[in-house]
T-cell receptor, first 109, second 115 residues
């Protein structure tokens, strides 16, 4: 079966750095997405990785290792507004998005 | 202008009723989707649809049916609602996901409560 694993919940302090991990086992791989979802709202796109390595976009960076079936999302200089769920999703060989359950990130002052 | 809009935002209805949720996108995308997000926060694909193909997740009961009057609309019809259908339903659209690095845009969600 296809599986995406992420921690259920993480807590971090305002101004700090946090890394949210995602491991996946899917039938084929055509890229990995990270989405942010605030409570009661729709998911919004953060990043896309298809090649190994680190993609940096402002305070957010996303890393991919295809051989390990592993990705992480790195958030720097955390702000209170970063409190949200972060969803990892993999595009499988049929170009279907397989979603993780999301990691709820709680930011404390 | 809202890129993907769905209505209603909240829907409370009794078991056994038939209901519809509407979705429209003004992005000119070729593909639209319906997702169900349950209480455990998993996003599960229900349908993906473009001009050429309707792909149905085989785990979706046939009480659920998508209807697409045109490329910009994909409505979700649900017959004989059951308590377990209570969830948040998200509509989304994208260009063909086979074109890599294509993000999906989501509607605001419809919170369906079946009582």
């Amino acid at each position: 079966g296809q599986n995406i694993d992420q921690p259920t919940e993480m807590t971090a302090t305002e101004g700090a750095i946090v890394q949210i991990n995602c491991t996946y086992q899917t039938s084929g791989f055509n890229g990995l997405f990270w989405y942010q979802q605030h409570a009661g709202e729709a998911p919004t796109f953060l990043s896309y990785n298809v090649l190994d390595g680190l993609e940096e976009k402002g305070r957010f960076s996303s890393f991919l290792s295809r051989s390990k079936g592993y990705s992480y999302l790195l958030l720097k200089e955390l702000q209170m507004k970063d409190s949200a769920s972060y969803l990892c999703a993999v595009l499988d060989s049929n170009y279907q998005l397989i979603w993780g359950a999301g990691t709820k990130l709680i930011i404390k002052p | 202008d809202t890129a993907v809009s769905q209505t209603p935002k909240y829907l409370v209805t009794q078991m056994g009723n038939d209901k519809s949720i509407k979705c429209e996108q003004n992005l000119g995308h070729d593909t639209m989707y319906w997702y169900k997000q349950d209480s455990k926060k998993f996003l599960k694909i229900m349908f993906s649809y473009n001009n050429k193909e309707l792909i149905i997740n085989e785990t979706v009961p046939n009480r659920f049916s998508p209807k697409s009057p045109d490329k910009a609309h994909l409505n979700l019809h649900i017959n004989s609602l059951e308590l377990g259908d209570s969830a948040v339903y998200f509509c989304a659209s994208s260009q063909d996901l086979a074109e890599l690095n294509t993000e999906a845009f989501f509607g605001q969600g419809t919170r369906l409560t079946v009582v």
